[in-house]
C-alpha cells in the first residue's frame, strides 16, 4: 500500500470512527472503556476498507480488490 493510499486509508478510517461514535451516541475521550474503543476501532476499520475499495466482504465472505504485490 503506497504512502498516499495510507493516507486516505487513515483519513476515511477517522471520519468512520466519529461516525461510528455518532450512531451510538457516544463520543471518544479519556473515559471511553478500552473495549469500546476497540469495537468502533473494528467498525471504522471494516467500513474503510470497503470505502477505499480494498477490500470487498459479501455474503460473509472477504474479497481483496488490490493486487497482491500491493498488500
Known amino acids: 500500500m503506497g504512502p498516499v493510499l495510507?493516507?486516505?486509508?487513515?483519513?476515511?478510517?477517522e471520519e468512520q470512527l466519529?461516525?461510528?461514535?455518532?450512531?451510538?451516541?457516544?463520543?471518544?475521550?479519556?473515559?471511553?472503556?478500552?473495549?469500546?474503543?476497540?469495537?468502533?476501532g473494528r467498525v471504522a476499520a471494516k467500513r474503510a476498507l470497503q470505502l477505499c475499495h480494498i477490500l470487498r466482504i459479501e455474503d460473509r465472505g472477504y474479497r481483496q480488490c488490490l493486487p497482491a504485490d500491493a498488500a
Open 6 to 13: 495510507r493516507e486516505h486509508f487513515v483519513r476515511v478510517y
Open 18 to 40: 466519529v461516525e461510528a461514535c455518532r450512531e451510538r451516541g457516544l463520543v471518544l475521550d479519556g473515559d471511553t472503556a478500552n473495549h469500546v474503543r476497540r469495537s468502533l
